[in-house]
């Protein structure tokens, strides 16, 4: 939600009709102008108009604070008064540190943590600095000390494996520097890959988090504040693992804590969206507690070296099967070159069997195909029917009870550390990051 | 009261609720539900951050502490956007038409383009912490008696969540209000005198009421603000009766002119807020005020110079002191007590004494006690002392609640400007030329001119004119009307009348529809039935809708006797009462004329009783 909101600046423009109109009446964005109809005049600031509207129209923000959108056919506008395009942010003013405190870093990669509002135009800034993330969120400051960077400023969608290989590398770096938790702030579209890569790529002795919000960090409902005051206890926590923290219901009262290879987004919009899959979360944060599933094994603070391996293949290709599915699709992969296909199977693992033409091709080309269900809860199994079968026979990889995301995430790593394809079949069957488990619950479905 | 003198200043707000199929940014019907909820939500608001300037983290875990919210939703009747869990769906363009009608009824300019903004409310009424709104039009006036009064803004927005209860650890709403299409009204602050802005609101709610908008208790809300010259600028809300109204201003203006008078004669004796608090404990210790007695701590704090006026009056039964306590009840206190009104309520004047003694007051001073647990006792005392110091202000900017018996009571400190930004989940909606100019081309016509024409067009009375045009019928009339020769005054009378003292009674005449009201009015019209049997029969029809009427009609035995079983009848009554024709002759007939009616009530013609009646009288003097 609201993604949009902090590339503002980017996306918004008068366009050819109204801009040629404001230059000429020579007027811009900040001022505050009259514009004169036949029968109305107005008076307000000029805002910037978002490029998706209609031309032939400017947007002034009045003085009850409303904005207007104005057809400026026949109008004439007068400068009332020259404007600045507002000034955001605050001094940077330098936050103590103190020695009894745990040394958190936090990592932005894109979404708005916080942002700030300027009531004079209605515009909506991202606010990356320590300093802001602390002024919307002061009870940080009795948590930990904070180092806080932004990394990269982009959309979860736009999410890319080589944005993996930077993120891991700089959270490896504030590990060596003695950071004693870490909290990666993300959009939620695809922080689940997030997860999932970053558990392959690091083994780590201290917590690394990652969070996000459902409903942007401007509003005051926002559920950024909770995930981001529970990550930062996470991160102090003794689960030295890469996890995923955000709200376990639709209140504001709890988080759970979710293994990164095991979690998936699974609503467009609700708070609670993230859900442990095939597994149980691993603990509940509630105000000060952090209650630990004691069915859970996990690694803890400190049990391992920090280790990082961020070598990763980017041509793996993920294909969804579907009625009516062609050849065509393997095909292209293969003629393209990649290394690695990643599919999304109907119920145990099934495509239709006139697809195993394309997959021997695929074999024979050593291209690693590993195969994942759609039903997202369960586990492949091919020997239970004939295409099943031809598909083992063809040398598909099972992706066990992976989720599809976390199997292609892995795919890609694995595919980076080798490329022999019996070993690339021995790493994917073998649990490396919790992403693997050996037996089936009754317990974990839809909760 | 010399308004004109005092330089009285009054403008109005008006909410309206409008009647739309589905809310405003979602498709859940606009209809509050009485029900058990389904699911309760808990969450939290904080305030974002420009609101906030330097980080003062006691003032901030203070705001945080006070925002803790529960939400009752439903699985069916309410969704996840009014919970702040989906975005909004698209405006409600039905609204957007309703708010065009009403923009140009009051003769407003419509905007070229509506934009969604969202304008922060941290009090939890709003699940999101803002209520989203729109401008649909500016520059409106109304010409009143009293002149010419701007209409500056119509507004659309949405309603917020109905309030159930408030402890001291949360507030709990109800999500079914919340997202209910309003129209909002506001004039320009120009009225001089109480009668004009009553006539305001009058013809802007006629306005309203001749558009799709909801009626009944709680569907209009009227905010008016107050100020004379010397006081300050006061929202009044919820100004449910017009007829209080003239009392609601001059109680106001009553209370404006004492706090003026209070500010110059603390001024006078050099008064002043005393910081420290004391502790009470030790004078109360054996005290036989239930209250104080109970209480886990007593505090007070010594306003010097305020004695006497504390306890004055600055509207009919409410003193400053009320004032004060109403500061102090924002902290969670059922009240203070204050030295101008004591000894009273189980503390004696020996305690009084005492505790002037040791505080060492004089008469002019004046003591505030609070009795509650430490920490709600210091916080409320913190409050008095704010509104004590504000008091050499004279009067304040707030907004107050209207009382039922035309007081005020302090709500909350007037909101500076609206904080308002882009609402970026819905994109702006551009009002077509095209749109606005049907409209303006169909626009309803107004209640006053509408009465007039159906007194004229169906020889209508006054009265009943007025009630077919004030209980929103006249469509219905005029509906049904076209396919009868029936006569207007009983069709109009049993839609004015009939139907809804029926509906009193209890029976569902959300069956009757114009169809059937037709149906029914034939009959009457082919001499089926008589007039006088339309309400039975129509209360057999709200009991078994799916019927065919006049077979209804037959089966409840509320047909029309054919003539010759009247004139049976009716010979026989003439028979048993042959003496008293005899004694009377033909002023037997009013009594006679009784009996038969009583007899044959609802199963014959009044004419054509009234003519055997007579005849048969005739023929009994003729033997
Ligand atoms: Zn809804």
Redesign the pocket.
């Known amino acids: 939600m609201d993604k949009r909101k902090y590339l503002i600046g980017d996306l918004m423009s008068y366009k050819k009709i109204s801009k040629y109109f404001l230059d000429n009446s020579n007027v811009s964005v900040g001022d505050t102008i009259t514009i004169t109809k036949t029968d109305i005049e107005y008076k307000g600031i000029l805002l910037d108009r978002n490029d998706n509207s209609e031309d032939g129209y400017i947007v002034l923000k009045l003085d009850s604070g409303y904005n207007i959108g104005i057809n400026i056919e026949n109008s004439e506008v007068n400068l009332v008064e020259k404007g600045n395009k507002p000034k955001i942010g605050y001094d940077n003013k330098q936050i103590a540190k103190s020695d009894k405190k745990e040394n958190i870093s936090i990592i932005s990669t894109g979404g708005t943590v916080s942002s700030i509002i300027d009531y004079k135009t209605g515009a909506v800034h991202p606010a990356f600095t320590a300093e802001d993330l602390l002024k919307a969120n002061p009870e940080l400051l009795d948590l930990a000390n904070y180092e806080v960077k932004a990394l990269y400023n982009i959309l979860s969608e736009n999410m890319k494996p080589e944005y993996w290989v930077e993120a891991s590398k700089s959270i490896a770096d504030d590990i060596s520097s003695g950071s004693d938790g870490v909290v990666v702030a993300h959009g939620t579209d695809t922080l689940h890959y997030t997860s999932a890569a970053l558990s392959f790529m690091l083994e780590t002795p201290v917590p690394i988090v990652i969070t996000g919000a459902q409903r942007s960090s401007d509003r005051p409902s926002t559920d950024a504040s909770l995930n981001l005051i529970n990550s930062v206890k996470v991160a102090k926590s003794n689960i030295g693992e890469v996890v995923v923290c955000m709200h376990e219901t639709l209140d504001d009262s709890s988080c759970l804590v979710h293994q990164g290879t095991k979690v998936r987004k699974m609503h467009t919009s609700r708070r609670d969206t993230f859900r442990s899959i095939n597994t149980e979360p691993i603990a509940t944060v509630k105000n000060d507690n952090i209650i630990i599933n004691s069915d859970y094994s996990y690694f803890k603070r400190g049990k391992r070296d920090l280790r990082l391996n961020n070598d990763i293949e980017y041509k793996v290709g993920y294909i969804k099967s579907f009625p009516g599915i062609t050849n065509e699709l393997i095909d292209y992969h293969i003629d393209k070159g990649y290394k690695g296909i990643l599919i999304e199977g109907t119920g145990l693992g099934h495509i239709p069997d006139y697809i195993v033409d394309s997959i021997k091709r695929a074999k024979e080309e050593n291209i690693a195909i590993v195969m994942s269900s759609q039903c997202l809860y369960g586990r492949v199994n091919m020997n239970v029917y004939s295409t099943g079968r031809k598909l083992v026979d063809a040398d598909i990889i099972s992706g066990e009870d992976m989720t599809p995301e976390t199997a292609y995430v892995k795919l890609c790593w694995v595919l980076g550390q080798s490329n022999q394809i019996n070993e690339v079949k021995e790493l994917m069957n073998k649990n490396i990051a919790g992403e693997i488990s050996s037996k089936s619950s009754v317990k974990n479905f839809l909760n | 009261m010399d308004f004109d003198k005092l330089g009285l200043k009054m403008g109005l707000e008006i909410h309206q609720q409008l009647n739309t199929m589905h809310?405003l940014f979602?498709?859940?019907k606009t209809e509050l539900i009485d029900k058990d909820y389904d699911n309760i939500i808990k969450r939290n608001l904080r305030p974002t951050q420009s609101e906030l300037g330097e980080i003062d983290r006691a003032a901030y875990a203070e705001s945080i502490q006070k925002l803790n919210f529960k939400y009752e939703s439903y699985n069916s009747e309410?969704?996840?956007?009014?919970c702040d869990d989906e975005p909004p769906y698209s405006l409600n363009e039905e609204a957007l038409e309703i708010s065009i009608i009403i923009g140009e009824l009051l003769n407003m300019h419509i905007v070229d383009e509506f934009h969604t903004m969202r304008k922060q409310v941290i009090d939890g009424s709003n699940t999101g912490g803002f209520q989203r709104t729109g401008l649909v039009a500016t520059n409106g006036h109304l010409d009143t008696p009293y002149g010419k009064v701007i209409i500056e803004s119509l507004g659309l927005e949405e309603d917020a969540c109905r309030r159930i209860e408030t402890t001291d650890d949360f507030t709990e709403f109800r999500l079914d209000r919340l997202?209910i299409p309003l129209a909002e009204i506001t004039t320009d602050p120009s009225m001089h005198h109480p009668e004009q802005v009553r006539e305001v609101a009058y013809m802007i709610g006629q306005i309203l009421r001749s558009t799709n908008v909801k009626r009944g208790l709680g569907t209009i809300r009227q905010d008016v603000n107050i100020s004379i010259e010397k006081g300050a600028r006061v929202e009044i809300k919820g100004v449910q009766n017009l007829d209080l109204f003239n009392k609601i201003v001059e109680n106001e203006i009553q209370r404006q002119l004492t706090l003026i008078e209070i500010k110059d004669e603390l001024k006078s004796r050099n008064a002043k807020v005393i910081e420290e608090i004391y502790d009470l404990d030790e004078i109360f210790e054996n005290t036989e005020s239930k209250i104080l007695s109970s209480a886990e701590s007593i505090k007070g704090i010594v306003l010097k110079g305020f004695g006497g006026l504390i306890g004055k009056e600055v509207q009919k039964g409410r003193r400053f002191g009320t004032e004060i306590a109403s500061y102090a009840k924002k902290r969670g206190v059922s009240g203070i007590f204050h030295t101008d009104e004591l000894p009273a309520y189980g503390i004696s004047s020996n305690e009084v004494e005492k505790l002037k003694k040791s505080l060492n007051l004089d008469e002019n001073d004046a003591i505030i006690i609070v009795a509650h647990n430490e920490k709600i006792a210091i916080s409320a005392l913190e409050e008095v002392k704010k509104r004590a110091n504000l008091a050499f202000k004279g009067v304040l900017e707030e907004t107050r609640k209207a009382l039922e018996d035309g007081n005020t009571e302090y709500m909350r400190p007037l909101p500076t400007a609206n904080r308002m930004y882009l609402e970026t989940d819905i994109p702006s909606f551009k009002i077509e030329k095209k749109l606005v100019k049907s409209i303006k081309d169909n626009l309803p016509e107004l209640p006053d001119v509408k009465k007039e024409r159906i007194i004229n067009e169906y020889k209508l009375s006054e009265d009943l004119a007025n009630q077919i045009v004030k209980k929103g019928i006249c469509d219905d009339f005029e509906c049904i009307i076209p396919s009868l020769k029936l006569d207007s005054i009983t069709i109009a009378s049993v839609l004015a009348y009939d139907i809804p003292e029926i509906k009193r009674e209890g029976h569902n005449t959300y069956n009757l529809d114009n169809n059937k009201l037709i149906s029914i009015f034939s009959l009457v019209e082919n001499g089926k039935i008589s007039k006088d049997a339309i309400s039975n029969l129509m209360i057999k029809v709200c009991e078994s809708p799916n019927s065919n009427i006049e077979k209804i009609a037959e089966d409840n035995n509320l047909t029309l006797l054919s003539e010759d079983k009247v004139i049976e009848i009716i010979s026989e009554i003439v028979k048993n009462n042959a003496k008293m024709i005899e004694e009377r002759k033909m002023s037997a007939m009013g009594p006679l004329m009784g009996m038969s009616m009583k007899k044959l009530k609802g199963k014959a013609d009044g004419s054509l009783v009234n003519k055997v009646v007579k005849d048969e009288i005739q023929k009994q003097l003729n033997t």
């Open positions: 809310k979602c498709p859940c309410t969704c996840l956007v009014e997202g």
